[in-house]
C-alpha cells in the first residue's frame, strides 16, 4: 500500500540558515512526488513535482527537492529560508494507477527565528 | 481568476442540520476531489470524480454525499451534522488524476 512518512512534525530554523524537510514514501513502483506548502488560513500550493527524468527538482521560492530512490526519499531543500516561508509543509505521493490514491503526509510545521 | 474556488468559506451551523459546500474549477481539469484536514492539519481524502464519474470513496459516513453535474462543479452535502464533522474541507481539482492537485482556499465548518 502507498504510504507517505514526514518524520519530523516541527522544525525550527534560523532565518537565513538552510533546511531540509524530510519526506520517505512506500510504494510499489517509481511514484509521482510532491512538495505543498500551506500558509495559516489558506489552501495548498504546489511548490514542486518529481514525475520521472532529473532527480534534482526545482520549484518556486527557491526550493529544491532530490528523489533517491534507493532511499525511498523526497526530501525538500532550500539553501536560505526567509520568515515568510513559515508554514506547514506536505508530501504527497499521487498516484500513477487508477486505482491509487493520492496520499499526503501529515505535515512539517517550519518555525522560523529572527 | 480564482482557479478552484470555494463557498463558503466559513460556515457555523448546529448539530443535526443539513449543510452544502459548492466547488467550481475553471482549468478545465477533468479530475476533482474532497479532502478533510482536522485539526492536526492531516490530510485525507474523502471523494475523487473523475469526468462526474464517482473515483474514488474512501471510508466516509454516508452522511457525506458528493454531487457533480458537471465536470467543473463538485459539491458535498453533509447530512445530520456531528460535533466531529468540524475541520477544514478542501475541494481540489486536477488535469487526469495523476498530476498535481490544485486546490481551494478551503471551507472551516464548524459544527456547535
Known amino acids: 500500500a502507498q504510504s507517505v512518512t514526514q518524520p519530523d512534525i516541527h522544525i525550527t530554523v534560523s532565518e537565513g540558515a538552510s533546511l531540509e524537510l524530510r519526506c520517505n514514501y512506500s510504494?510499489?513502483?517509481?511514484?509521482?512526488l510532491f512538495w505543498y506548502v500551506q500558509s495559516p488560513g489558506q489552501g495548498l500550493q504546489l511548490l514542486l513535482k518529481?514525475?520521472?527524468?532529473?532527480?534534482l527538482v526545482q520549484g518556486i521560492k527557491g526550493f529544491e527537492a532530490e528523489f533517491k530512490r534507493s532511499q525511498s526519499s523526497f526530501n525538500l531543500r532550500k539553501p536560505s529560508v526567509h520568515w515568510s516561508d513559515a508554514a506547514e509543509y506536505f508530501c504527497?505521493?499521487?498516484?500513477?494507477?487508477?486505482?491509487?490514491?493520492?496520499?499526503f503526509g501529515k505535515g512539517t510545521r517550519l518555525h522560523i527565528l529572527p | 481568476d480564482t482557479a478552484v474556488s470555494q463557498t463558503p468559506k466559513y460556515l457555523v451551523t448546529q448539530m443535526g442540520n443539513d449543510k452544502s459546500i459548492k466547488c467550481e474549477q475553471n482549468?478545465?481539469?477533468?479530475?476533482m476531489y474532497w479532502y478533510k484536514q482536522d485539526s492536526k492539519k492531516f490530510l485525507k481524502i474523502m471523494f475523487s470524480?473523475?469526468?462526474?464519474?464517482?473515483?474514488i470513496n474512501e471510508t466516509v459516513p454516508n452522511r457525506f454525499s458528493p454531487k457533480s453535474p458537471d465536470k467543473a462543479h463538485l459539491n458535498l452535502h453533509i447530512n445530520s451534522l456531528e460535533l466531529g464533522d468540524s475541520a477544514v474541507y478542501f475541494c481540489?481539482?486536477?488535469?487526469?488524476?495523476?498530476?498535481?492537485?490544485?486546490f481551494g482556499q478551503g471551507t472551516r465548518l464548524t459544527v456547535v
Open positions: 510504494y510499489g513502483a517509481t511514484p509521482y
Open positions: 482549468l478545465g481539469h477533468d479530475t
Open positions: 470524480y473523475n469526468n462526474k464519474e464517482l473515483i
Open positions: 481540489a481539482s486536477s488535469q487526469d488524476g495523476n498530476t498535481e492537485a490544485f
Open positions: 504527497a505521493v499521487g498516484r500513477v494507477n487508477r486505482d491509487d490514491k493520492i496520499i
Open positions: 518529481y514525475f520521472s527524468g532529473d532527480t
